[in-house]
């Protein structure tokens, strides 16, 4: 049990009549003033400043620039200083410290209610209360105030009777640890509190202030990590914002293209099923005038058979065409046997499926994708091919470029460039304006891809998938691993997109007519990353500008 000071005495820790005096009224009203925010006219609460300097309530200076986020430019309430863009806040922690550490020290007593008891009817804020006196005291009375033992001080309050101990009126000076009570000297030395281990109020005050601060500073700390999560989604909304306003623009567009497909892709299958149709009849319209003439043939030849004159039968000319009863047999039977096979009617699910897909694939490459940007890699072109500063156009020279000498370069009849850039994941496309030459090659290939001899050209080995052009017969081809394919229809534009599908092992090529036209589809499963390759025999082609997706 702790020590109990005697009745009587008057130790310094035991009494709250010696607590040094607030700042002046002029100092506390001068502070006050500087820590009050313009918007609310509030003492701050979690300031936030702008760039200008000036500072307000976090939640006061966002309301107001809510309020001219529609007039498109935004100003400081104060200064009227303008900004172009929603301005960033940052946040002032000395500012708020300063505010809570004045507000816990000098509450606004005004609104407390409490008044001076001596000053009569004016309305003087008390700064103490004496327990003692029972009365309220301003600046001036606490000045000529009895300061003896007995008369304790404290906050302003009206309540005094709360200070005071219920059973013995006494004013409470101790705090009971054992029974978490506030108690004066008669409840430790005779009441009902008597041998429990007691503190001052002063040391029992201190003990839980600590407590309190150490979960003060939890709570601030969590408060700050709210609020950084609050300034990051708020970062994250401005953006999802602006990607918004894009989207909206496209969207409207991607639709009414997905309209103008679908209904060219509804014309296209009634065409076909009426087609199936019209082929019958034709094919019906052929074997009856086959049939006809059959039976012109039979008529003629019975004419003949019936005949008595010899010479007659044996002068006809034209006995060879009329023996001739095989003539279009086997073209007639095996088309006769694919009409019927075909069954009754088109199989409109699967040309559907086949469209639809073929639509989604286009759509979905041509709006949604963002074009990759693609540099060439100067180290890997052949020595008679010239890069461009953009590092965009490649074109064929008839001279010896003197290329630094390099692993990577390709030599003899390879006249090819990589890109810099390698795709190991994701989805990515991008473009070629090939209309500067008559002779070229574009596509995608792995890295170790040979540099030299037969093996090295794109399209002559297993590393490399590549549309091809070719001023001989001007024709159109795709190939891999030397199996060429001739393309049933040429593109029409002089602009190229290859587009990659890693995960799907998917490259395709696409003819940038209006609307673009899909040309031809590799599927494989990728066991490299790509690059863009470039291989051009005359003139010069050109990777068309764009931005990287990821």
Not at 23 to 46: F, H, P
Not at 262 to 268: I, Q, V, Y
Not at 386 to 403: C, E
Not at 465 to 470: P, R
Request: glycine fraction near 6%.
């Amino acid at each position: 049990m702790s020590p109990l000071p005697h009745p009587h005495s008057s130790p310094v820790s035991e009494t709250f009549s010696f607590i040094s005096p607030p700042l002046s009224a002029m100092a506390s009203g001068d502070l006050r003033a500087e820590l009050k925010c313009s918007v609310c006219l509030n003492i701050y609460t979690d300031p936030a400043m702008l760039r200008c300097g000036h500072n307000f309530c976090r939640v006061c200076i966002d309301r107001v620039l809510d309020t001219q986020e529609g007039s498109g430019d935004f100003f400081c309430p104060v200064c009227r200083k303008r900004f172009r863009s929603r301005p960033e806040l940052h946040r002032n922690i000395t500012l708020r410290n300063i505010a809570e550490t004045f507000l816990s020290a000098h509450p606004d007593r005004e609104e407390s209610g409490v008044f001076c008891t001596y000053c009569g009817d004016s309305t003087v804020p008390a700064v103490r209360s004496c327990l003692h006196c029972e009365v309220s005291l301003c600046d001036k009375h606490l000045r000529v105030h009895k300061k003896s033992p007995e008369h304790v001080l404290c906050d302003p309050t009206l309540s005094m009777e709360s200070r005071k101990c219920s059973i013995h009126k006494e004013v409470l000076k101790y705090f009971c640890t054992k029974d978490n009570a506030c108690i004066c000297v008669s409840c430790s030395l005779a009441g009902e509190h008597r041998g429990h281990q007691v503190e001052t109020l002063d040391e029992a005050s201190e003990k839980k202030k600590e407590t309190l601060r150490n979960v003060l500073q939890k709570l601030l700390t969590k408060r700050e990590e709210m609020e950084e999560k609050v300034q990051s989604l708020q970062e994250h909304r401005r953006k999802v914002e602006e990607e918004a306003a894009g989207d909206t623009e496209r969207v409207p567009v991607l639709f009414r293209e997905l309209r103008r497909r679908l209904e060219n892709l509804e014309k296209r299958i009634l065409r076909n099923i009426s087609r199936r149709a019209e082929q019958i009849s034709i094919s019906i319209r052929d074997l009856e005038i086959k049939k006809e003439e059959l039976s012109r043939k039979i008529r003629h030849i019975e004419e003949l058979c019936n005949m008595t004159d010899p010479l007659t039968v044996l002068q006809e000319s034209d006995t060879g065409d009329l023996c001739d009863t095989e003539d279009g047999d086997n073209e007639d039977r095996e088309r006769h046997e694919e009409l019927l096979h075909e069954g009754g009617g088109l199989d409109v699910a699967g040309v559907l499926h086949a469209g639809l897909s073929g639509i989604i694939t286009e759509v979905y490459v041509y709006y949604i994708q963002g074009a990759a940007d693609i540099l060439l890699d100067g180290n890997t072109a052949n020595n008679n091919l010239q890069i461009s500063d953009d590092r965009k156009t490649v074109s064929k020279s008839d001279r010896n470029q003197n290329h630094p000498e390099t692993p990577e370069r390709f030599q003899d009849c390879s006249f090819q460039v990589l890109s810099s850039q390698s795709f190991s994941s994701g989805r990515h496309y991008w473009e070629v304006d090939v209309g500067g030459s008559d002779i070229w090659r574009v596509g995608m290939c792995y890295p170790s891809i040979e540099r030299r001899g037969g093996e090295s050209v794109i399209g002559n080995n297993k590393k490399s998938w590549v549309l091809d052009k070719d001023e001989d017969d001007d024709e159109y081809s795709v190939a891999h691993d030397s199996k060429w394919s001739l393309l049933p229809t040429s593109p029409s534009s002089t602009r190229v997109r290859i587009y990659l599908d890693y995960e799907a092992g998917r490259i395709s090529f696409y003819d940038l007519c209006d609307p673009i036209r899909h040309i031809h589809t590799f599927t494989t499963t990728f066991t490299e990353p790509l690059h863009a390759v470039l291989g051009v025999w005359r003139g010069c082609i050109e990777i068309c500008g764009g931005r990287r997706e990821m």
